[in-house]
């Protein structure tokens, strides 16, 4: 991984005021990642939200502070909550920044890596910054979107994936909009099933045209050298299965369901 030299970063923050300057700015992906495994924790807290049991973290490296989400949870079930095979695992936290990274959506789901917090593995996952508020609250206020399009599309990027990771915990306050009415989604750990169908392909109304060129280049070998261990391979499978079926229905819908969603700085 690339890191960014202190010295680079204290440059970078002489010439923008800090007011004005987050660390999303002027970190790679690659750059958050490393940050994220070697940055020293200096405080942790319980986030009031989910039953995973997320801690929000603040993390430095002397130079750069910024919090990160923690989760350690590994729970597997034989049956619970009207599902065979329950899970809910960190791992799956840091398989869908790694898909989203090779689906040409990682502007969209904060980067997340593997790292012990009090002996426990946990997925350290980037704190998002400016969030404006989740879908929750905006469904309460009924605000709408000041560019409905880019919200659409957005919403559109977010149903494909959730069908391809057959995510089984997409609420509303796991969809975060910032300052710039961007949506980021996060807490992916109740995903990455066996199922070889569809949760929902009602839901598949169109896709980024960038999307759908990169689902069709997925293959086993890629997507196990991805995810190591975190993902199995019956998994794996059923999320080649699930590609296959998504990149039909949308060859069957043809040009009209196909747009280029913008990349986001």
Request: hydrophobic residues 40%; positive net charge.
């Amino acid at each position: 991984m690339r890191t960014l030299h202190r010295s680079a970063l204290s440059a970078v923050l002489l010439v923008v005021p800090f007011a004005f300057l987050h660390a999303a700015d002027v970190l790679t992906p690659e750059q958050k990642e490393d940050f994220l495994t070697k940055a020293t924790i200096k405080q942790s807290k319980d986030v009031n939200k989910g039953t995973t049991g997320t801690l929000r973290v603040t993390l430095t490296d002397g130079t750069l502070t910024h919090e990160a989400s923690v989760q350690a949870i590994d729970d597997y079930k034989q049956s619970f909550l009207n599902e065979i095979q329950f899970k809910d695992t960190y791992k799956d936290n840091i398989a869908a920044w790694k898909l989203a990274r090779l689906l040409g959506i990682g502007d969209m789901v904060p980067p997340s890596v593997k790292r012990t917090y009090q002996g426990k593995p946990a997925s350290f996952t980037w704190w998002i910054d400016n969030v404006k508020m989740d879908e929750t609250e905006r469904r309460a206020k009924n605000i709408e979107a000041p560019d409905k399009d880019a919200w659409n599309q957005e919403n559109n990027v977010m149903q494909v994936f959730d069908q391809l990771i057959y995510n089984m915990d997409r609420n509303q306050t796991n969809m975060l909009i910032d300052q710039g009415w961007h949506l980021w989604l996060i807490d992916h750990s109740r995903s990455f099933r066996t199922h070889k169908t569809l949760k929902d392909s009602s839901v598949l109304k169109a896709i980024d045209r960038n999307m759908l060129a990169k689902l069709k280049t997925l293959d086993e070998a890629t997507l196990t050298k991805e995810f190591g261990r975190d993902v199995s391979k019956p998994e794996i499978q059923g999320l080649l299965a699930r590609r296959d079926l998504i990149v039909k229905l949308f060859e069957a819908k043809g040009e009209s369901a196909l747009f280029d969603r913008p990349q986001r700085n």
